[in-house]
């Protein structure tokens, strides 16, 4: 049986999907393991793999996730609380933002929470609090933009020539300028970069990589000896939706990057990465279940429980983001062209305007009311940051372990019902 099935076996047998609820998240704890573990073989022993905590900030996804070995990179002290509360210790934490306030980076330095300065404004503020905490054991960097290009998504590239994000290393003389600011502070021990993520080539990332590993090769020859110790290798590996297949996998991109820059597959350098979506998305599934179906101009359409509100970036960016979805019927069994006739359909979600489609005109098994329709790689940036939770709270998070009928089920955020929500007032 295959893994997608035990699960919505599972959920059906511990009716977890009923009149009162009506989409869940399920992460499926052994498959987290499993890419955790890829992770770590497909790189030498002097890499540390950190989660974007942002990609899935639910505290019982991240406390696995330390128990497999990763680390922890946040953006806001919301994200930092999170790791907390899951058990990050502060020496295994990197706080990276590009707003960082005066009162995020007293804290991080006083905590010795790692952190990237993102600008020369913020650089001003650090030099201040390095006098005030000279002991601090924050190993503190530099986010560099390589300035080398963007990748297919505009909105997740980050190595363009205008992005937002850290140093514009390319301008001007700021290489220069930057290598200065390394020789007068003995304490910047560590150069960033994030070169994109979803939509990037391997081998742009690659490129980002070769450029921060050349400037700390320059800065630690010039101090004459080895300042920099460590390459923040940020950046997200992109991720398959348009199949079961992990492609590319962590060995591809460690290949690529082994062929690029070998130097940091020797143990010269500590070497940390962020990987966020390729760690959680085809580990996760939202199931939800077929209020209504109705046939509008020729169209079947399902409408569903979820939309915008879970399936954000999907509904907004359907180009960019497209996701597959598999109908079952109420007893489990999963709709396919052998049992149920084609149509072309729409299916839908439950917000008010007409864009709330996860997909749009697909030749699908034909879905009918009582069904449950499964949206596949939905770990990362789905259920755990739906925009709506307070005004749509119905969305239960579950979390699943084992195998075949012994598939445990265990609830990791409580959904409220209707009944709840008007009993809270
Ligand atoms: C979002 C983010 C990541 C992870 O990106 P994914 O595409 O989810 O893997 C890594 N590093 C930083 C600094 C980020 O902001």
Not at 172 to 182: D, K, M, P, S, V
Not at 284 to 292: A, C, F
């Amino acid at each position: 049986m295959s893994r997608k099935q035990e699960i919505i076996n599972s959920a059906i047998r511990a009716n977890i999907i009923d009149e009162n609820l009506i989409a869940i998240g399920v992460m499926d704890l052994n498959g987290l393991e499993k890419t955790v573990n890829d992770a770590y073989a497909a790189f030498p022993q002097n890499f540390f793999h950190t989660f974007a905590v942002k990609a899935n900030a639910l505290v019982n996804v991240l406390k696995p996730l330390r128990e497999y070995g990763m680390g922890a990179e946040v953006a806001s002290p919301g994200e930092l609380m999170i790791a907390r509360a899951a058990g990050f210790s502060t020496k295994d934490i990197i706080f990276d933002s590009p707003a960082k306030t005066m009162v995020d980076l007293h804290t991080c330095i006083k905590h010795n929470i790692s952190l990237n300065i993102d600008n020369l404004q913020e650089l001003e503020r650090i030099d201040h609090l390095i006098k005030e905490f000279p002991k601090t054991q924050s190993v503190i960097g530099f986010r560099v933009n390589p300035q080398i290009g963007s990748g297919q998504i505009a909105s997740t590239s980050t190595a363009t020539a205008t992005s937002k994000f850290g140093f514009a290393l390319t301008d001007g003389n700021n290489r220069q300028q930057l290598i200065n600011i390394y020789k007068e502070r003995p304490w910047l021990n560590s150069i960033h970069t994030h070169t994109g993520s979803q939509g990037c080539e391997l081998e742009l990332m690659a490129g980002g990589v070769k450029v921060i590993t050349d400037l700390a090769e320059e800065i630690n020859a010039l101090v004459g000896h080895q300042q920099v110790v460590r390459l923040d290798i940020g950046g997200g590996l992109p991720v398959n939706f348009a199949s079961d297949e992990v492609t590319p996998s962590f060995q591809e991109y460690a290949d690529i990057l082994k062929a690029t820059v070998p130097l940091i597959f020797t143990d010269k350098y500590q070497v940390k990465t962020e990987f966020g979506r390729a760690i959680v998305a085809k580990n996760g599934v939202i199931i939800t279940r077929v209020e209504y179906t109705k046939n509008s101009g020729d169209r079947h359409i399902a409408i569903t429980h979820a939309g915008a509100q879970i399936l954000t970036r999907t509904v907004f960016l359907p180009k960019s983001w497209p996701l597959r979805v598999t109908g079952y019927l109420p007893t489990g069994e999963e709709r396919t062209a052998n049992n149920t006739e084609l149509v072309a359909t729409d299916v839908a979600g439950p917000c008010c305007f007409a864009g709330d489609l996860i997909c749009v005109n697909q030749a699908l098994p034909k879905l009918v009311a009582n069904d449950y329709v499964m949206v596949h790689d939905t770990g990362g940036y789905y259920f755990s940051n739906h925009f709506d939770y307070n005004s749509l709270p119905r969305i239960g998070v579950y979390s699943v372990y084992g195998k075949d009928d012994a598939l445990q089920i265990e609830c990791i955020r409580q959904a409220d019902t209707i009944e709840d929500v008007l009993n809270k007032m």
